[in-house]
């Protein structure tokens, strides 16, 4: 089979070549073919060490360790929505509206977002970039489910544009570009980013899932409980007002972003990651540590408010937490690129997102805010890396003279 999809694309490669008819379409053809096929180029001049791997098929793996989050968050989806219907239905019907509900976001958002890389490329005469294969499935991910199609076209163009290709496309942005997105619609949209009404669909979904919400329904996250909580505690309830516990938040049996509330999804999609070498585990384990020092930290000196008392193990469970630190601090092209570097950016990550939320309760997420901060930083935490490692090999090669 895959020999004959070659031959056929071979024979229609001299069309899209220099000379073929359809030779201002090159850049759109080729993104196709190296979509399909490992491209057969080889380097020509100096010494190059080839992976078994390039960036696309990188791409894909990061993709297929999302999978976990986004089935879970199709069925959590689903099981909002009936249970704040009160009604009760079996496992498919919830599953299959969730993914009626978050099918149309990625569509949206990787329509948007490679129509614009393949635009760009083709004005350009350049080859069509990979990256948006793993932004296109982040965005969707992280947005809540209530969100409208044309604030996510809006939010990817942005991002694509201005937080990518005017720094010079895949590899040259120095923000993650999934959560410039998010950012974007976050102040640009507050009333739809955030409050008690986006996290739980209650509406009908293509004729799914009719009803109201009961008299006890409330929407919020259990971030959103905490952060407006009028006094030293907060009572961490689901959306009938029953209690949660750190398992409950582990699972994912909470309202959130699409792909956001189940830890044990993000862990098998991050073990993926580790085991492919994808992703790196200094990063990932650092963000963890920082995070959980930094609400211990608070636990212990901080202010007398809900979100100090929140215990240091929940903070690592609730909210973006989890996924932020597998799949957005891991981003190769915007952290830390030094092995000493990982350390300290993924760490100021975790403690910056345990701050945030402490101190600016108007904020109760804080990973998105973190991350973004610490991509300004990491090219100057490689630079004094690299410098101190100079001056001590400097220092050895002294003593030795």
């Not at 053809?29 to 098929?57: C, M, Q, V, W, Y």
């Not at 069925?75 to 919830?94: C, K, R, S, T």
């Not at 956001?260 to 994808?278: K, M, P, Q, R, Y």
């Amino acid at each position: 089979m895959s020999n004959k999809l070659r031959k056929y694309v071979d024979q229609l490669k001299p069309h899209f070549s220099k000379g073929g008819k359809f030779e201002k379409l090159h850049s759109v053809f080729d993104g196709f073919e190296t979509f399909l096929f490992t491209p057969n180029i080889t380097s020509k001049r100096g010494t190059h060490i080839h992976d078994a791997i390039d960036s696309k098929r990188t791409m894909i793996v990061v993709v297929l360790a999302m999978v976990p989050a986004l089935l879970f968050g199709m069925y959590n989806i689903g099981y909002q929505h009936y249970l704040a219907i009160g009604q009760e239905v079996g496992f498919w019907d919830m599953f299959l509206f969730g993914a009626l509900a978050i099918i149309p976001t990625i569509i949206v958002s990787y329509g948007v977002g490679l129509g614009i890389e393949f635009v760009i490329a083709q004005i350009k005469g350049h080859e069509v970039q990979e990256g948006f294969l793993v932004s296109g499935m982040l965005i969707p991910l992280i947005v809540p489910v209530d969100t409208p199609l044309w604030m996510v076209a809006v939010a990817t163009a942005f991002a694509v544009v201005f937080a990518k290709e005017v720094f010079g496309g895949t590899g040259m942005n120095i923000f993650n570009v999934a959560l410039v997105a998010r950012a974007f619609l976050f102040f640009a949209y507050p009333t739809f980013m955030s409050g008690d009404k986006v996290w739980v669909r209650t509406g009908t979904t293509f004729g799914l899932g009719e009803g109201t919400p009961v008299d006890s329904f409330s929407g919020a996250t259990v971030l959103g409980e905490v952060a407006t909580a009028p006094g030293a505690t907060a009572s961490l309830t689901d959306t009938l007002g029953n209690p949660i516990s750190f398992i409950d938040g582990f699972l994912g049996l909470i309202p959130g972003s699409m792909g956001e509330t189940s830890t044990l999804a993000i862990l098998l999609g991050a073990g993926l990651l580790l085991l492919t070498g994808v992703a790196s585990w200094k990063v990932i384990f650092s963000v963890f540590g920082g995070g959980a020092i930094m609400a211990y930290v608070f636990n212990i000196i901080g202010p007398d408010t809900a979100y100090a008392n929140l215990e240091w193990y929940n903070h690592l469970v609730f909210g973006g937490f989890a996924f932020g630190a597998v799949f957005m601090a891991t981003d190769p092209v915007t952290s830390a690129r030094t092995e000493t570097g990982k350390w300290i950016y993924g760490f100021m990550i975790g403690a910056f997102t345990i701050i945030i939320r402490v101190l600016n309760p108007g904020y109760p997420e804080g990973m998105m805010l973190a991350i973004l901060f610490m991509n300004i930083f990491a090219p100057l935490i490689d630079y004094y890396v690299v410098d101190a490692n100079i001056k001590k090999r400097l220092k050895r090669a002294q003593i030795k003279a």
